[in-house]
């Protein structure tokens, strides 16, 4: 099962947007991770359509099984 830590921002005009993190540490605590997404935020690295992320929205863990079939 492939688990990632998903980063949910909003942009100024309110476009959702995402970063993933594959294979986080386990139970990480919440303020450590709204302290690295402000500095995501103040590096203003990251856009979507031209719209830089301007705000937390929230985070969580997201868990993937992935089946494969004989075709």
Known sequence: M?????LQF??????PCSLNIDAPKEDLAPEIIYEVMNMILDSKVFAIQGE????IVGARYVERTVTELQV
């Open 2 to 6: 492939a688990k990632a830590l998903q």
């Open 10 to 15: 909003k942009t100024p005009f309110g476009t």
């Open 52 to 55: 830089e992320y301007s705000e």
